[in-house]
């Protein structure tokens, strides 16, 4: 269902609920409206409470110095935000079968850190660091690079995950922090439901789930088991939220050659009814804007995610 932008406007009626009645904590991903971290921070700060780091200054969050994360958490008392969820990109581009060297890359425009899981274990340790230092709780990961459509049954393939993922969970508890698995169409799980059930079976508080809807939605573009595609994203969303903590909302058309970007509220997702259970619920999960669109829809796409907050 495509939801149009006088759609949007009138979402708190629509929904059936009073205006301010059950919102949702609103953030963006900075580097969304701009690679220079002050200058997005001087350009949202005013309409968004939260802000989520992915990249900055052209280098992921896990790779910053310290003088960068000394500038940092200046920045961010300087225009008094809330920092949501570190975005790294680990455990993305890491084997889980091969070896480095046979990882493809797939964007030149989303920057990721690359190595073998050793090397991304320890990179985490540097952003256990820095979620202390810059105040959030949360740390995103990703649930490993597709290497191979053929990866053998799912039970399967979750044991080879938990057993590649313990040693990061450990750090995880030992220092208080927790862990969100976001659902990607680059990886193994790339939908919150796959996602969902490697978090429940790790058996831990401190692995739960950032869900992206967008990449739900988009998810048939792979080979998926029948009880995962088969799910609606209100029964997907129904089935997982117990352990979701962070949303990410971005917006679809989908079109005969796959699936386009649109600004947010101008594509094929219902955000209208999604937004509305997640208000029921009262998760207390930030909810962060991912545009992925041009320049000029950026604007446009926060107009319209704000209006639906």
Same mark, same amino acid.
């Given at each position: 269902?495509?939801?149009?932008?006088?759609?949007?406007?009138?979402?708190h009626? %629509?929904?059936?609920?009073?205006v301010?009645?059950?919102?949702m904590?609103?953030?963006?991903?900075?580097?969304?409206v701009?690679?220079?971290?002050?200058? /997005?921070?001087?350009?949202?700060?005013?309409?968004?409470?939260?802000?989520?780091?992915?990249?900055l200054?052209?280098?992921?969050v896990?790779?910053?110095?310290?003088? =960068?994360?000394?500038?940092?958490? /200046?920045?961010?008392g300087?225009?008094?935000?809330?920092?949501s969820?570190?975005?790294?990109?680990?455990?993305?581009?890491?084997?889980?079968?091969?070896d480095?060297a046979s990882l493809?890359?797939f964007?030149?425009?989303?920057?990721?850190f690359?190595?073998?899981?050793?090397?991304?274990?320890e990179?985490?340790?540097r952003?256990?660091?820095?979620?202390?230092?810059?105040?959030?709780?949360y740390?995103?990961?990703?649930p490993?690079?597709?290497?191979?459509e053929?990866?053998?049954e799912?039970e399967?393939?979750?044991?080879?995950?938990? =057993?590649?993922?313990?040693?990061?969970?450990?750090?995880?508890?030992k220092?208080?922090?927790?862990?969100?698995?976001?659902n990607?169409?680059?990886?193994?799980?790339?939908?919150?439901?796959?996602? $969902?059930?490697?978090s429940?079976?790790m058996g831990?508080?401190?692995?739960?789930?950032?869900?992206?809807?967008g990449n739900?939605?988009?998810?048939?573009?792979?080979?998926?088991?029948?009880?995962?595609?088969?799910?609606s994203?209100?029964?997907?969303?129904? /089935?997982?939220?117990?352990?979701?903590r962070?949303f990410?909302?971005?917006?679809?058309?989908?079109?005969?050659?796959?699936?386009?970007?649109? %600004?947010?509220?101008?594509?094929?997702?219902? $955000?209208?009814?999604?937004?509305?259970?997640?208000k029921?619920d009262?998760l207390?999960?930030?909810?962060?804007?991912?545009?992925?669109?041009?320049?000029r829809?950026?604007?446009?796409?926060?107009?319209?995610?704000?209006?639906?907050?």
């Amino acid at each position: 269902m495509a939801v149009s932008g006088d759609q949007i406007c009138s979402f708190h009626h %629509a929904c059936g609920m009073a205006v301010g009645e059950g919102t949702m904590k609103s953030g963006i991903i900075s580097d969304q409206v701009s690679m220079d971290f002050e200058e /997005a921070l001087h350009d949202i700060h005013e309409q968004f409470e939260y802000i989520e780091i992915h990249s900055l200054w052209n280098k992921t969050v896990e790779d910053l110095s310290d003088s =960068e994360a000394g500038k940092v958490e /200046a920045l961010i008392g300087k225009y008094h935000v809330k920092v949501s969820c570190l975005s790294t990109t680990l455990f993305l581009m890491c084997p889980l079968f091969g070896d480095v060297a046979s990882l493809k890359k797939f964007s030149d425009d989303f920057l990721v850190f690359t190595g073998d899981e050793d090397e991304h274990t320890e990179r985490l340790r540097r952003c256990l660091e820095l979620a202390g230092r810059f105040g959030t709780q949360y740390i995103r990961i990703f649930p490993f690079r597709l290497e191979r459509e053929d990866s053998g049954e799912f039970e399967e393939l979750l044991m080879r995950m938990k =057993e590649s993922l313990s040693a990061a969970l450990s750090l995880a508890e030992k220092e208080g922090k927790t862990l969100l698995l976001e659902n990607c169409p680059h990886s193994y799980l790339p939908r919150g439901n796959m996602t $969902y059930e490697l978090s429940f079976s790790m058996g831990s508080r401190n692995l739960m789930l950032l869900y992206d809807i967008g990449n739900s939605f988009t998810s048939e573009r792979q080979q998926l088991p029948g009880r995962f595609s088969s799910e609606s994203l209100a029964d997907e969303y129904e /089935a997982i939220k117990s352990r979701i903590r962070h949303f990410h909302f971005k917006d679809y058309r989908k079109t005969r050659r796959g699936f386009r970007h649109v %600004a947010f509220g101008a594509g094929d997702i219902d $955000y209208a009814d999604l937004s509305n259970r997640i208000k029921q619920d009262n998760l207390h999960a930030v909810v962060s804007l991912e545009p992925e669109v041009g320049k000029r829809d950026i604007k446009k796409s926060i107009s319209n995610f704000l209006e639906m907050m």
